[in-house]
């Protein structure tokens, strides 16, 4: 992990993915509510909700004059496993096929409007490549988070071998549903002193488990209380620079703009649209509108602080003074954050960014002047990126050697480093303020115990939290040694009826045997809000999510799942200074985590798998790395030689074949732990002729090998001759006998035709995986 930033050694990594020993015995529920109508006790009364008010109709859209309905595509043109956007006259559709069937879905993302055609299928869902949401094929229902909405589900039927799609206009360019919900039949008569559920907290968790028990059919009263002034808002905008999905850069036409962004593809100079979180106002953040909460009969008390929670009398008492009674409750108070404690921590301009009114201070005071950010994580990374273009100066101070270093580990933290000082930042690291100096009480200095002095005129402080549990202290609901709640996995403390969500909580994540974990992520808190709400409603649904976020500097986007501390090792595919790359966080010989950057959707892919139950494995040899071509050239001769026609092959049994049979290979002879598992053998020259094969560089490392370091492939080869029907078999080989780690990265190869008369063209497979595992082919 440590030493000086280099560009990463080639490592043969091989994954295999391991089914668990025992599967799950309950799948996880999703949200689309399916399941018998449930009768829930509140306050004294049975309350039931009827199916029929939940369930949309077959039909339901007004007329069929506000509807479209057109032919898509040829029934042939979808394999099973494949998605494919299609036009539908007012805008666009996506098309699944699997199991034979047709589904037609919204094609963008409801969360901020990724493409999911550019997602990830399986098990009946497709996953989002930006962010990580899932949604069932079948209904459109979201499944996981992060996200409120879910997809639209469009008609499909086939007449005459051709598939027609029939949708709503307004359907169609919305390209989000909101769920159906039950509405309150026991309102309030205002300030009533009891209620059947209430949250503490309005953010993401505490959100999704009010919108759930509407979902579910829950119709009595719910009051939502919260210290903001504002409704619930997207609280990671503070600081996340993203695009509004229905706005678009006039220089690159209306439909590029949002995927270039989103995807880290757009250079800030193209930037016209984006949405600047800092500079955002409240309602611009705002994740319903008031009409919302109002017509579901979602009470929301602004600027309400909890002081007290009575459990045994199920009463709590706000810092007013006000008293209000429950039957159950959810605790999602979420964080505070840490402060500095240094000399002259009162003065003017230094600021932990919690609130909207937070970050537009900050952005108004930096506007052409010095700018200091404490702390290198993710929120200050962040901050410091934006602030580039608005303040003279943008400086980072931070007590590490790298930024990211405990989460993203040494190498990736020194790359993103890299990019902050090419953008003039400057850092400072292994050192901490020890005092702010001030100018007529307003900040003018940051002076750090490397006795290093920065001019500073603004300060923003992201070193991190504290969960916000002081009031629960006396409570009887327990608290570890740090102040989270501990919580099951269907998220319940120690006291019956009372549950917990969100950032303050500590709970068993199931992929990492139960291990008790405090996540405190923005999808996280999505999912277990949702699991509270059904487990308030007695439906024993359990944690099972698989952790993802992402982050935004400069136009790049990275993506993470799992999760990695503790990892002892770093594997690096791609490009760390071109910032195109993989990362495999492991510990022992298990994969926890995984992040990229401009290599969608290969996170989701990861998230997927690990989502599924199984386990994400690793092998490597770092003494020779066998060259990528010896590998194919072994496959495609034993196994697929008769299937492209090469003579004189002849398949061998499969074992440890050693590398030093292989043309270009180190003359003395290897141990066994250098030898090539899985590899059959090529037994024909003539097969060997046929295949010749040019490295297109070499390196110490290699001894003549080519290795490919621009793409995360674990096959790739440079031909000279263009086998074009084998390349056909040779992926779909290496589909069935390697999937393990295809289901991660792509097959690469790069070819050129030297036969007189002939030019190359772009390869395509037409094998059932090649909208997932493509082929790229490309003339040198």
Not at 45 to 62: G, K, M, N, V
Not at 170 to 190: D, E, F, N
Not at 550 to 559: H, I, P, Q, V
């Amino acid at each position: 992990m440590g030493g000086c930033f280099s560009k990463p050694k080639p490592v043969e990594l091989k994954i295999e993915v391991v089914l668990p020993e025992k599967e799950r015995g309950k799948e996880e529920l999703s949200a689309s509510g399916k399941g018998s109508p449930r009768a829930y006790q509140g306050n004294g009364t049975a309350r039931h909700f009827h199916t029929e008010e939940r369930l949309p109709a077959p039909h339901p859209y007004a007329g069929t004059q506000d509807c479209v309905e057109a032919a898509v595509c040829h029934v042939k043109d979808l394999e099973n496993g494949q998605m494919r956007e299609v036009e539908l006259g007012w805008g666009k559709v996506l098309l699944v096929k699997e199991n034979g069937e047709f589904h037609a879905l919204g094609h963008k993302c409801p969360h901020y409007g990724a493409p999911l055609v550019k997602g990830v299928l399986s098990r009946g869902r497709v996953r989002c490549p930006w962010h990580g949401a899932c949604f069932n094929i079948s209904t459109g229902d979201l499944e996981d988070f992060p996200g409120l909405d879910s997809l639209h589900k469009f008609q499909v039927k086939i007449e005459k071998e051709k598939v027609y799609v029939w949708a709503s206009k307004q359907a169609l360019q919305l390209q989000r549903r909101t769920k159906v919900m039950a509405k309150c039949i026991s309102p309030s008569a205002g300030h009533s002193g009891s209620t059947n559920v209430l949250i503490v907290g309005a953010g993401a968790a505490g959100l999704v488990c009010a919108e759930t028990l509407r979902q579910e059919g829950f119709s009595d009263r719910i009051v939502l209380c919260t210290l903001d002034r504002h409704l619930p808002y997207d609280r990671p905008k503070l600081s996340k620079p993203t695009c509004d999905p229905g706005l678009a850069l006039p220089s690159l036409g209306p439909r590029a703009s949002v995927a270039k962004w989103n995807s880290g593809c757009l250079a800030l100079s193209q930037v016209g649209c984006i949405l600047q979180s800092l500079d955002a106002q409240p309602e611009q953040l705002a994740l319903r509108p008031k009409e919302f909460f109002r017509a579901y009969g979602i009470e929301v008390l602004t600027e309400a602080q909890v002081v007290t929670v009575d459990v045994r009398n199920k009463k709590v008492v706000f810092k007013d003074g006000f008293k209000l009674e429950y039957n159950k409750l959810l605790l999602a108070p979420g964080s505070s954050p840490k402060t500095l404690s240094c000399k002259g921590k009162e003065v003017e301009n230094v600021f932990t960014i919690r609130t909207p009114e937070d970050a537009n201070r900050v952005v108004r005071l930096a506007r052409g002047r010095n700018a200091v950010v404490v702390g290198a994580g993710f929120l200050g990374m962040e901050v410091a990126a934006y602030l580039t273009e608005k303040a003279h100066s943008v400086s980072v101070v931070e007590l590490e050697e790298t930024p990211f270093r405990r989460f993203l580990g040494e190498r990736v933290g020194r790359a993103l480093m890299k990019m902050f000082e090419n953008n003039r930042v400057k850092f400072y690291m292994q050192t901490e303020v020890s005092e702010l100096r001030a100018q007529e009480g307003k900040l003018k200095e940051v002076v750090l115990k490397s006795s290093k002095v920065v001019r500073a005129d603004v300060c923003v402080v992201g070193i991190g939290a504290v969960p916000a549990t002081g009031f629960l202290r006396q409570s009887g609901i327990s608290l570890d040694s740090r102040g989270f709640i501990p919580v099951n996995k269907m998220m319940q403390t120690n006291i019956p009826g009372v549950f917990a969500a969100g950032d303050a909580v500590t709970f068993p994540l199931a992929w990492r045997n139960n291990r008790k974990v405090n996540i405190p992520h923005w999808q996280m808190a999505h999912a277990q809000g949702r699991v509270a709400a059904q487990n308030m409603l007695a439906q024993e649904a359990e944690i099972s999510t698989v952790p993802y976020l992402w982050t935004a500097m400069f136009g790049k986007s990275l993506r993470y799942a799992g999760y990695g501390e503790g990892f002892d090792d770093v594997i690096i595919q791609g490009d760390l200074e071109e910032l195109k790359f993989v990362a495999f966080y492991t510990k022992g010989d298990e994969v926890i985590a995984v992040a990229s950057m401009n290599y969608d959707p290969i996170v989701s892919k990861v998230a997927e798998v690990l989502a599924s139950g199984r386990a994400i494995r690793k092998r490597e040899d770092r003494r020779y790395v066998l060259a990528h071509r010896e590998r194919i050239l072994s496959l495609h001769a034993a196994d697929l030689g008769r299937h492209a026609g090469a003579p004189g092959t002849e398949a061998k049994p499969w074992g440890q074949v050693p590398t030093s049979n292989f043309p270009g290979s180190p003359t003395r002879e290897p141990e066994s732990s250098q030898c090539l598992p899985w590899a059959a053998w090529l037994t024909s020259r003539e097969a060997l002729a046929a295949s010749r094969c040019s490295p297109p560089k070499a390196s110490a490392a290699t001894k003549g090998w080519p290795w490919r370091q621009d793409r995360p492939c674990l096959f790739s080869c440079y031909w000279d001759w263009s086998p074009v029907g084998a390349l056909q078999h040779i992926r779909h080989y290496l589909k069935i006998k390697t999937h393990t780690f295809a289901d991660l990265c792509d097959f690469h190869c790069n070819w050129a035709n030297t036969r007189e008369g002939e030019t190359g063209t772009a390869t395509e497979c037409s094998m059932p995986h090649q909208e997932v595992w493509p082929v790229s082919a490309q003339r040198r």
